[in-house]
């Protein structure tokens, strides 16, 4: 079974506040998504890495895939009140998810 | 622009009664799949199916049947509801399996079982 495991399971910071989530496995992925899941609402994807070493921004938001392609991370600069919400890493093989990073960011 | 509806979204049942949750999607994709969501365990697959007509198991089948008899319904069946099946259940669909396909999820079905 490939599984993700995910740090901080939690994550408490103040608006503005730079941060770092990571999802690994001793498995290989060909692929990697990461997805934001607000309170209420479906996982919505952010990003899919495909490439070792791949870096890929999206405005604040740095991902980054492992070069032996088997962990990742996302880094948030700045972080804002309206980044607040579950993330999710995937594993593309088996539709595996990371049991996911709680994000809160106060005002 | 609907993608992935599910119903009901909220529902009680007494422990030992049945139920079904409908998905439906309006994207014509092939792959669809339940998901459920307990605190601290993230997204776990119940079912999937990668075409009309057919189903296979996730990693925590048990208790649960489903049928995909469109292209566009997968379906979600709790025969003998227990308190352990209190979730939140998620359904997925998307256009490719294997490889960077993007997972389109609805809006959950709340189900508490008493």
């Known amino acids: 079974t490939q599984l993700l495991e995910q740090s901080p399971q939690f994550l408490s910071i103040q608006e503005g506040e730079n941060l770092t989530v990571y999802c690994n496995s001793s498995?290989?992925?060909?692929?990697l998504q990461w997805y934001r899941q607000e309170p209420g609402e479906g996982p919505v994807l952010l990003v899919t890495?495909?490439?070792?070493?791949e870096v890929k921004k999206l405005k604040r938001l740095t991902f980054q895939f492992g070069d032996a392609r088997k962990d990742s991370s996302l880094h948030i600069t700045a972080a804002q009140p309206g980044d607040t919400g579950l993330y999710l890493c995937?594993?593309?093989?088996?539709?595996?998810f990371g049991k996911g990073t709680k994000l809160t960011v106060n005002p | 622009n609907a993608g992935v509806t599910q119903t009901p979204k909220f529902r009680v049942l007494k422990t030992g009664q049945s139920m079904t949750l409908l998905c439906a999607q309006d994207?014509?994709?092939?792959?669809m799949y339940w998901y459920r969501q307990d605190p601290g365990m993230g997204l776990r697959l119940i079912h999937y199916?990668?075409?009309?007509?057919?189903?296979a198991k996730g990693e925590v089948p048990d208790g649960y049947n489903v049928s995909r008899l469109k292209k566009q319904n997968f379906l979600l069946g709790l025969e003998s509801a227990a308190p352990s099946q209190t979730s939140v259940y998620f359904c997925?669909?998307?256009?490719?399996?294997?490889?960077?396909?993007?997972?389109?999820f609805g809006e959950g079905s709340r189900l508490t079982v008493l």
């Open positions: 997925a669909s998307s256009y490719s399996y294997r490889d960077t396909g993007e997972l389109f």
């Open positions: 498995s290989v992925f060909s692929s």
């Open positions: 890495v495909v490439t070792g070493g």
């Open positions: 995937s594993g593309s093989e088996k539709l595996v």
């Open positions: 994207m014509n994709h092939e792959y």
């Open positions: 199916s990668v075409g009309e007509g057919t189903t």
